[in-house]
Structure formats: structure tokens, C-alpha cells
């Protein structure tokens, strides 16, 4: 079965950071992009980061480039989120999803969300 | 930024009736590129539609998924009661990825 872990969320002070972790099984995990999406409270989706199959190639919103870094450890099927300089705004479910090719596409798999609070 | 403006925002209909959602986009999505998602309270978005009109495995064919460019319709032939809950529309043919606001489809 194909599966995606989120862990690390919680409450963080603004202006910290936090490190998210997502944990994949059930598929060829290097042979896929995957992404990052969040949900901030009563809201709409908000797509964040992707990262290619091999992680060479990464793309930030502009919401959070320079203050969020993606990566992945294939080794592992490790899929990773380091949030610094953290703000109010960026309070949220932050979902690991599995993108359905190596490149660009719709989101097939999806994690069940890990909640991220900044706030003093 | 392709910006993809959902409507209705809310839609109210009985179980049994047939569901139009449309998606409208700022300028034309590369190849179709355009997805649909459920989501229930307190669960993670799943994929339903696609390339604009693929169904995505295991979604039931009361789904599909139709239009080109700028207009993009999902179509729920019959509601069943698991059916209400809030789609998005997303377009990934290029960057940023972005996602429409919703539609709630709620019980009459």
C-alpha cells in the first residue's frame, strides 16, 4: 500500500523553526517528485515546495523561498521541510504529497497533514 | 501566477441530483493540465480527476472531468451521500502551482 508519514508540527514562536519529515512506503520513491501543500485553518490549499525524483531541481512559492528548504533522502524514502524565520501566516496542515510522475503533475497520494502553530 | 477562480462557492443539492462545478482560470492551462480534488473535514485532499478528464484510480465513474484553455467543468452525474464535501481545482502545467478556493457541495 502506498503511504505517506508526516511528522514534526507544533507550536513554534515566530521567528523560529521547525524541521517536517515525511516517511513514504509502497513505491519506487526516488522515481517521483514529491511536494509539499498546507492548509492554513478554515482555508483553501496552498501548494509550497517540490522537489524532483533525484532532487536535483527544487521550487519554492514565492511565500516562502529564502525562509523554507526542501530535500529528500532517497536512501531513506525521506522527504524533508526545514522552516525557518517562521511567521503567524505560515500556521497550517502541511501535507506530503506524492506527485504522479517524475515531473510536473497532479498530486496522487497524499499524507494525512502534520499541524504547524506560530504563534507567541 | 494563473489564478483559478472556483464557482459556486457553495452548492446545495439532494442526494441523487446531478453536481456542475465550474473552474474558470486567469489565462489558458498548458496541456489540460488540470486536476480536481475532494476533501472531507478533517481528511486529506484525493485526487480525483486528472489531465482535465482522466480519472484518477478507484474514482467511481460519476466523476468526470471536462474543458480546454480557460474553462473547466467536474460533473457529479449522481450524489451519493459520501459525495458532499469541497473540491478543488488545481492547474499544474506550470509554476506556481495553484489551486482554485473550493466549492462546497452540501445537503439540501
Known amino acids: 500500500e502506498v503511504q505517506l508519514l508526516e511528522s514534526g508540527g507544533g507550536l513554534v514562536q515566530p521567528g523560529g523553526s521547525l524541521r517536517l519529515s515525511c516517511e513514504a512506503s509502497g513505491f519506487t520513491f526516488s522515481s517521483y517528485a514529491m511536494s509539499w501543500v498546507r492548509q492554513a485553518p478554515g482555508k483553501g490549499l496552498e501548494w509550497v515546495s517540490t522537489?524532483?525524483?533525484?532532487?536535483?531541481?527544487?521550487y519554492y512559492a514565492d511565500s516562502v523561498k529564502g525562509r523554507f528548504t526542501i530535500s529528500r533522502d532517497n536512501s531513506k524514502n525521506t522527504l524533508s521541510l526545514q522552516m525557518n524565520s517562521l511567521r503567524a501566516e505560515d500556521t497550517a496542515v502541511y501535507y506530503c504529497?506524492?506527485?504522479?510522475?517524475?515531473?510536473?503533475?497532479?498530486?496522487?497520494?497524499w499524507g494525512q497533514g502534520t499541524m504547524v502553530t506560530v504563534s507567541s | 501566477e494563473i489564478v483559478l477562480t472556483q464557482s459556486p462557492g457553495t452548492l446545495s443539492l439532494s442526494p441523487g441530483e446531478r453536481a456542475t462545478l465550474s473552474c474558470r482560470a486567469s489565462q489558458s492551462v498548458s496541456s489540460s493540465d488540470l486536476a480536481w480534488y475532494q476533501q472531507k473535514p478533517g481528511q486529506a485532499p484525493r485526487l480525483l480527476i486528472y489531465?482535465?478528464?482522466s480519472r484518477a484510480t478507484g474514482i467511481p465513474d460519476r466523476f468526470s472531468g471536462s474543458g480546454s484553455g480557460t474553462d473547466f467543468t467536474l460533473t457529479i452525474s449522481r450524489l451519493e451521500p459520501e459525495d458532499f464535501a469541497v473540491y478543488y481545482c488545481?492547474?499544474?502545467?506550470?509554476?506556481?502551482?495553484?489551486f482554485g478556493q473550493g466549492t462546497k457541495v452540501e445537503i439540501k
Open positions: 522537489i524532483s525524483g533525484a532532487g536535483g531541481s527544487t
Open positions: 504529497a506524492k506527485d504522479r510522475s517524475s515531473s510536473w503533475s497532479a498530486f496522487d497520494v
Open positions: 489531465g482535465a478528464s
Open positions: 488545481q492547474q499544474y502545467g506550470s509554476s506556481p502551482r495553484t
